[in-house]
């Protein structure tokens, strides 16, 4: 049995389910869970995001055959920006992650991620770009945060950050207008302390201004990854955002 974790289900023929699972030894899965639909099905109602699962499917094949599941317990479901933040989280994973590609690390960040976000009160902005720091290192695109050309990023300095190169150079306002963004050393080396973090357990609070210079450097270079299509599970925040602005009468910026 293997562990893992429903990122999506989609309805096939009557019955039955397409589930996309992220495990730990074989990365993103696509499973037919056969007759999961049906009344008496023990796998209807299990079948559910952000849970860890124990997990018994057929061993070949792009869409392997869900033999059986149980719930494993000790986390809890997500709610309000928290399970917003959780389909992010999936959505993320369904895109940029390509089948039968084992990370084990990212697994680990990921179940780090579901606990920290079932917890009641979490900072969901700090949990996110430390997952996203995480992802973008997996994924071999993430730049070394702390140093630029050989040299220590200094708090106080300017940097421009090419998206599509992992790389982070000095004076290089021309490059950032035309293919990346400036940033502040002081938000490169909070990234880095999120990137080194193992479990996102002890991350050092960010200032106002440096986390919302974080979030849009993490999300443009995600948004390079992606390509031109954009998250469902994004449009869905920045909606809950405005509709948050309408009823209280303020503007604020989009959260998370």
């Known amino acids: 049995m293997v562990q893992g974790y429903v990122l999506h289900s989609l309805a096939w023929r009557e019955t039955s389910l397409i589930v996309e699972v992220f495990t730990r030894e074989e990365g993103r899965l696509g499973l037919v869970a056969r007759g999961a639909r ?34 494993l317990g000790g986390v809890g479901t997500p709610s309000g920006d928290c399970l ?14 390509p089948r039968e590609d084992p990370h084990p690390l990212l697994f680990d960040a990921y179940e780090a991620a579901m606990h920290r976000l079932s917890e009641a009160g979490p900072e ?27 040299m220590t990023v200094e708090a106080a300095g300017q940097y421009a950050l ?16 035309s293919a990346g963004m400036l940033v502040s ?31 849009r450097l993490l999300r443009g270079l995600i948004r390079h990854q992606l390509g031109e ?16 602005q ?6 604020s910026e989009t959260p998370h």
């Open 84 to 97: 917003l933040a959780g389909f992010y989280l999936n959505e993320l994973l369904m895109r940029l992650m």
């Open 229 to 244: 299509s954009g998250l469902q599970s994004r449009q869905a925040m920045i909606g809950l955002a405005r509709l948050r």
């Open 185 to 215: 050393g002081q938000t490169l080396l909070a990234l880095s302390r999120y990137d080194a973090s193992a479990n996102g357990q002890r991350l050092d609070d960010m200032h106002a201004e440096v986390s919302l210079e974080a979030k």
């Open 38 to 71: 049906r009344p008496r099905s023990p796998l209807r109602g299990l079948l559910q995001p952000f849970q860890p699962l124990g997990l018994r499917y057929s061993a070949k094949g792009e869409l392997r055959s869900l033999m059986g599941a149980e719930w």
């Open 124 to 150: 969901v902005g700090a949990v996110l770009r430390w997952f996203e720091c995480r992802l973008l290192r997996e994924m071999g695109v993430a730049p070394e945060f702390d140093t630029v050309q050989g």
């Open 246 to 251: 309408r009823l209280l009468g303020i503007g």
């Open 162 to 177: 090419v998206f599509g190169e992992p790389v982070v150079v000095a004076n290089g306002q021309a490059i950032a207008e």
